[in-house]
């Protein structure tokens, strides 16, 4: 028979893992946190370029993408941005709202890794540092986890590995193998919060490569107005970004380049100056470059006076919803996030636990929820952690 060594065993010292541990471990559970990288919260380190956009004001469940868009509710109500605020605050970290309800760290988002290794420290959690896990088994009511040669046992285990973004920085798609294994369903895992590539005639936009501007970027019903990037292999900027989430192979983007400016623009710049060429009317608008390339494309050579209304409304309707065929994106290399994952169908929203498998939870990144750019993955993962944490 095996004794257990802990309450609870968490596979991957991330945002989510670091969360779920503290709890725990504050709340008296003997809890054995383990990673294969050497260090904790390597992701928390690089993000927001070093300051960690931690949360969100704007924080609410329909800013999360999911196969069940209500699960995520349970979990982001019990945990509130306010109440990350209130620990960042607690630990005297300085921050500042940079756009859109997105909080930054003045200073390093070293500050908020060692404030969750310090609030791991109070609860009294091991960790288990640059050990590689092997086989991970179930019996009589103990999980048992091979880690680094050795076995650990405990009648609770959380995975906790996050999705297979960045795979450089040690993401894998472990947490989806190990659902597997105990019977759980995981929704089709794939890039979110990437650029997209386009190809064909669309390549011609490459020479755009460098020039930013605000846009509305579509897909079906859903919008986002801020930058979009060309780059040289297509599209990128936080306005694309969010959009990748939604879109799907064979759809097209619709990008609106003048979101600022009135219906039927256009017509009125003709009236007023009819000698100006479309080229001249975007470039009181648009960077001078993409001004050129999509009068060019639109083929208005000349005077606007020469063109008919019906044809100028032509013009300024493809501006407002240009439609672009990506081919594919930057894939899990320079993915963001990953959306899909460990079904939500299979975990408790409150809990987040395995209905099948009693014992078993699954938190953050590795679940099928995925946020939109500016903070929201974090919530989830402080979130999710957060209620496995108070479970376990
Ligand atoms: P996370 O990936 O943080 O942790 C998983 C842990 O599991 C890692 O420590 C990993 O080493 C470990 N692991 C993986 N496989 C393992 C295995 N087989 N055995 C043992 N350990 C294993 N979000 C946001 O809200 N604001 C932001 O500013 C940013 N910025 C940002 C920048 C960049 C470049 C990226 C790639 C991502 C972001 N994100 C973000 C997203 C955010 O980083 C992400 O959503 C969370 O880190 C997810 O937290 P998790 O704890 O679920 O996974």
Redesign the pocket.
Known sequence: MTIPTYDTII????????MCAAIAGQRGARVLL????DA?????L????G??????LHTAPDRYLSANPHFAKSALGRYTAQDFIALVEAYGIAWHEKTLG?L?CDGSAKQIVAMLQAECDKGGVTLALG???GAVDHGDGLFRVEIGGRIAAAPALVI????P??PQ????G??YDLARRFGLKVVEPRPA?VPLTLGGDETLFRSLSGVATEVVAKTGKTGFREAALFTHKGLSGPAILQISSYWRHGETVGIDFLPALASGWLVAAKHARPRATLGGALDNHLPARLAVTLADRLGLEGELGGFTDKRVSEAERQLADWRFSPNGTEGFAK???TAGGISTAELSSKTMEARKMPGLYA????VDVT?W?????????WAS?YAAGLAI
């Open positions: 596979l991957g010292a991330g945002a989510a893992g670091l383990v990673d294969h990288a904790v919260g390597k992701k928390i690089i993000s927001g370029g300051r960690c956009n931690f949360t969100n997105q930054f050990a590689p896990v906790a590995t996050g999705g973004s960045i920085m040690g993401a894998t472990f947490a919060l993915a963001e996030v938190i953050g990144e590795a946020g750019l500016g903070g929201y993955n974090f919530q989830w993962a952690g």
